[in-house]
């Protein structure tokens, strides 16, 4: 009987030994499933936190890189304009009711002056910041300030002119030239929409900004460089100055 005793205690011994390990085992699969999900979300979480400051570090060095440019000269081109002017000054209103208009000189006179006006675009890049840059994983788009338009020079032809002036009258003085001159400067400003000048300035700043944009990853026909609008008459002229 005691070592049958002996037998049964040591069977028990066991059965609690055995019961005690699964017990044990289910605590750590628990624990287990427990802190694996905060692990995987931890390290989303991490990886969120790397990936997004990179897409913005992109844009940021590019605005640097773009601003270290200061001035981007985009274009140049000269306009070659014919002023003239006639001369036939008249008076014109109403005598008595009727209608008057008469010269008040005799004869009249006229002149033709070539006149070539050298003009310059470019773009101010201090200002240029993230607000410029769009950026998507298959696109990317510039937009570019305004640009700026110089009257960098004014030559009048002076071999070119030709005036026709009555006998009765006195030739064009080189006051009144240069003031006509000045005009058809004038002129150009007002009309600069027509002279292509910022097609022409977009497409060159393009292909000045292209292999900086392209250094990001992007792929030629995944760019766009533009400006914020169409410009008017109005705006060259505000943008417009005289060196």
Known sequence: MKIKHIFISQQLIRHITYRSALYVLG????????????GCHKRDAQTNEVQAPTAADSVRRLVMTVR???RLYV??????????????????????????NMPTR???????I??????????????????????TDSTLIVTL????????????DNKGIRQYVD?????YTDAEI?????????????????????????RSAANQLLPLLQQMGYKEGQITVRFKKTFTDNDFVRMTRRQ
């Open 178 to 202: 240069t003031a006509f001159a000045r005009q058809g400067e004038d002129s150009i400003a007002r009309h600069m929409a027509h002279y292509g000048i910022e097609r022409e300035a977009q």
């Open 75 to 100: 274009t140049e081109m000269q306009v070659h304009k014919l002023v003239t002017n006639t001369d036939e000054p008249v008076l014109t209103g109403q005598v008595l009711g009727m209608p008057v």
């Open 145 to 156: 300030p305004d640009p700026q338009v110089v009257i960098t020079a004014s030559k009048i």
């Open 27 to 38: 605590l750590v699969c628990a624990f287990w499933l427990l802190v694996t999900p905060m």
């Open 167 to 171: 006998m009765a009258r006195s030739r």
């Open 106 to 112: 005799i004869g009249k006179r006229r002149v033709l």
């Open 68 to 70: 270290s440019s200061a």
């Open 114 to 135: 070539p006149l070539d006006v050298t003009i310059k675009a470019y773009i101010d890049l201090q200002h240029f910041d993230e607000r410029n840059v769009e950026r």
